[in-house]
């Protein structure tokens, strides 16, 4: 969040985002012979929906105060991959760890609502210069797990 003070008064800024993908791929494991362990690496594409928002309020005492919300929708190409080690506790129960990188970058993004006269639900959300707005949810990601098979 960011906060904004001067003489006439305040506002705040804040923005939310997140992207659900939807993948499908390949996962190889390779169980080391003689011992506990196991390893293995997968590699997931698919599609990302993308949500953004960016949210306002201000306060300008007796010029008024109020608040708005411009929410974003965009889309884009995902690709997921990752190495990971697991170590079996007993016959039906293991734990492990994963590393892995996530490419997802989406390159345009849309209003989801009309915002004013000049800004309507459908249009591209330009920045400064007239270029596309863009995210960047690529990095990347670790994990822990248990299972438990049965």
Same mark, same amino acid.
């Given at each position: 969040?960011?906060? #904004? &003070?001067?003489?006439? !008064?305040s506002?705040?800024?804040?923005?939310?985002?997140? &992207?659900?993908?939807?993948?499908?791929?390949?996962?190889?494991?390779?169980?080391?012979?003689?011992? %506990?362990?196991k390893?293995?690496?997968?590699?997931? !594409? !698919?599609?990302?929906?993308? /949500?953004?928002?960016?949210?306002? /309020?201000?306060?300008?005492?007796q010029?008024?105060?109020?608040?708005?919300?411009?929410?974003?929708? =965009?889309? #884009?190409?995902?690709?997921?991959?990752?190495?990971?080690?697991?170590?079996?506790?007993?016959?039906?129960?293991?734990? =492990?760890?994963?590393?892995?990188?996530?490419?997802?970058?989406?390159t345009? &993004?849309?209003?989801?609502?009309d915002?004013?006269?000049?800004?309507? %639900?459908?249009?591209?959300? %330009?920045?400064?210069?007239? %270029?596309?707005?863009? &995210?960047?949810?690529? !990095?990347?990601?670790? =994990?822990?797990?248990?299972?438990? /098979?049965?």
């Amino acid at each position: 969040m960011f906060q #904004c &003070l001067s003489g006439y !008064g305040s506002s705040t800024f804040s923005t939310t985002g997140s &992207l659900i993908p939807v993948t499908a791929g390949i996962a190889y494991d390779f169980r080391i012979p003689d011992t %506990k362990f196991k390893v293995g690496a997968d590699v997931y !594409g !698919g599609y990302g929906f993308a /949500n953004f928002e960016e949210k306002v /309020n201000y306060d300008f005492g007796q010029y008024g105060s109020g608040s708005y919300d411009v929410p974003m929708t =965009g889309g #884009c190409f995902v690709i997921d991959s990752s190495l990971r080690a697991s170590y079996a506790i007993s016959s039906s129960i293991s734990a =492990g760890l994963n590393v892995g990188y996530r490419q997802a970058k989406v390159t345009k &993004l849309t209003f989801a609502k009309d915002i004013d006269s000049t800004d309507k %639900k459908g249009d591209t959300v %330009k920045e400064d210069e007239n %270029k596309d707005y863009h &995210l960047d949810f690529s !990095g990347m990601t670790a =994990g822990a797990s248990f299972i438990y /098979n049965f």
